[in-house]
Each structure stands twice: as C-alpha cells, then as structure tokens.
C-alpha cells in the first residue's frame, strides 16, 4: 500500500501507522525536512484528527509527539462518539411516543409534516448563524476542553545560573550607523515610540538643537516614572548587512531627563517597516517582506564616556 492510500482510522494504532509511513516517506524523500514530513503526515488523518493534533503540536515536533497525541485525541473522539450514539438511542425511543401527541395536535386534514417544516427551516436558519458567529471565536479554553497532554517548552540555550537570566535583556541590542559613526540601538517591542536621550544628542551630536522638530505631548511615562520630552528629531539611521545594508528613517523622541546610552526603536516604526525578531538560537531580526535576509543581533557594553566610532 501507498503512503497517499494509506489513511488513518481510529481503529488503527497510531504508533504503528505513524512509523509505517515516517519509513515510506523516508524511502520516497530521503531529503525531506521535519516540518514537511510532519505537515504530510497530518493529510492523511481525518479531519477532527488532524485539527486536534494541528492545534497541539508545533511544526517541528517529533514523530513520538505526533504519535502520543494522535493517541490522546483517539481517545477523546472515542467518547464523544459514544456520548452521540447514546443520544440518538434515546432520541429513537421517544419517538414513537413523540408520534402520538403530534397526531392528536394536529386535524385529520391538516398534514403535520408541512408545519414542522416550515418550523424545521427556521431553525436550522437560526442554528446556521450562530456557527457562522462562533467561526471567527477563538479556541474555547475552558477547564472542560483543556488539553492534558502537556511536554515542556525546549530551551534554544543553556540555561543560566539562577537569578541570572535577566543579564540576557541586552539581546535586543544591535549596532546602526549614523553617518560615519556606529551607535548602539536598542529594538524595544515594549516601547510605543521611539526615544532617545538629550544627554546622549549632547554627547555625540552637538548641534542637535538645529534639527529640533516641536511635538503636542510633553509628559511620556515609562516603568522608572515620568519622562519630559522636548521634541522630536529625524535620524537617518543604516542597519548593516553583509550584502546590502538598510536604511531607515525614524523620528526620534527627545527625552530631558532619559539616561538610555543609545538609541530606541520602538514599536511605531517597527510596525511601520515590518521589522521582526526572531528567537532562534542566534537570534536576528528581518525588515519587510523579505524573511530570508536576516540582520544579527550583538550583544554590547556601551560605555557613557567613550564614544562608539
């Protein structure tokens, strides 16, 4: 039998069929990828299946998690499929008694299959909206539907010394070039807009001031309190590449009394240019459409006294 004829069913063993066809796959597409093979073995189950071990499972999960939650899911269809036949048992031996009272409600020369079609449709009109209404309703999480198959999350590093982890905030800071000079930038999610400091314009752009655009909000809150802003300022900025280097042009708040030794992109312009960051085992960023041409992430110690040139 053929990896595409070869479907699953619940009266199958999952473990088994899941190695059956990894070896076919394997025979056919020996170069093949994990998240390939796990996405063309999620075809062959049936619909409920493969929608219970999609939301369960990431692309590139192993064979063994496909197969253990194939399992469990198994087992939860089992049972909603008894709870329906018990249902409908019971639903058919009220019928007949159903049958009686619904004859006797009715004249002889009325028909009541023509009344309760009319109401039938009405229903079934009402029953059509509201699963058109609960399709755009994300996944119901109540205790009830919680999934109990839980495995833990797999660390892309080595996990530090406990109370430590927080020295690897500075991950999301890069290195921008500013006319000749390089300056250190930090890419803040957290941050609304982007920021950068007065003493730090003072430092390495002395006649900043020129350049000074007015801006409506002066009072700017942040975790460590309030912040004055005196305007805003426009800075073309080069994030390097080794094959082609991007340019940006954000507008910078000015802060009065910030102490960020740097630049801050927030995520205003983040969103504008389509910058994401990636949490892989070295971590980078990508700017616009284009995902495969990645931007590293360095790790700095920016000093306050030395210039960066």
């Not at 699963?131 to 892309?156: M, R, S, V, W, Y």
């Not at 991950?171 to 003493?199: E, F, L, W, Y």
């Not at 003072?202 to 912040?227: C, I, R, V």
């Amino acid at each position: 039998m053929s990896f595409e004829n070869d479907k699953y069913s619940v009266d199958r063993d999952p473990y088994m069929w899941c190695l059956r066809q990894y070896k076919r796959l394997k025979a056919i597409y020996s170069q093949m990828n994990i998240q390939k093979r796990n996405h063309k073995l999620l075809t062959q189950m049936p619909g409920e299946l493969e929608n219970a071990v999609k939301c369960r499972c990431n692309h590139n999960c192993t064979l063994d998690d496909i197969a253990n939650t194939l399992q469990d899911a198994k087992k939860e269809f089992y049972a909603i499929e008894k709870v329906l036949e018990e249902e409908s048992s019971t639903e058919d031996s009220d019928s007949d008694s159903m049958g009686d009272a619904i004859r006797e409600h009715f004249h002889d020369d009325q028909d009541p299959k023509e009344e309760l079609l009319v109401e039938y449709q009405e229903e079934a009109q009402l029953e059509i909206q509201d699963i058109q209404l609960e399709a755009g309703i994300p996944q119901d999480t109540a205790n009830k539907n919680l999934c109990k198959h839980t495995q833990d999350a797999q660390t892309f590093l080595v996990t530090p010394s406990k109370g430590m982890e927080y020295i690897r905030g500075t991950a999301t800071k890069t290195t921008v070039c500013i006319g000749n000079a390089q300056h250190p930038m930090i890419i803040d999610t957290g941050a609304h807009c982007s920021i950068v400091a007065r003493n730090y314009l003072d430092y390495h752009f002395p006649s900043w001031e020129n350049q000074l655009l007015p801006t409506k909000a002066k009072n700017f809150k942040s975790a460590s309190g309030q912040m004055t802003s005196i305007g805003t300022i426009l800075k073309e900025i080069i994030i390097p590449h080794r094959k082609v280097n991007i340019r940006l042009n954000p507008e910078f708040v000015v802060l009065d009394d910030s102490h960020i030794q740097g630049l801050l992109l927030g995520i205003d312009y983040q969103r504008m240019y389509g910058i994401d960051i990636y949490n892989s085992k070295n971590r980078h960023i990508t700017i616009g459409t284009n995902k495969g041409k990645k931007f590293s992430l360095d790790i700095y110690q920016i000093s306050a006294q030395d210039p960066l040139e």
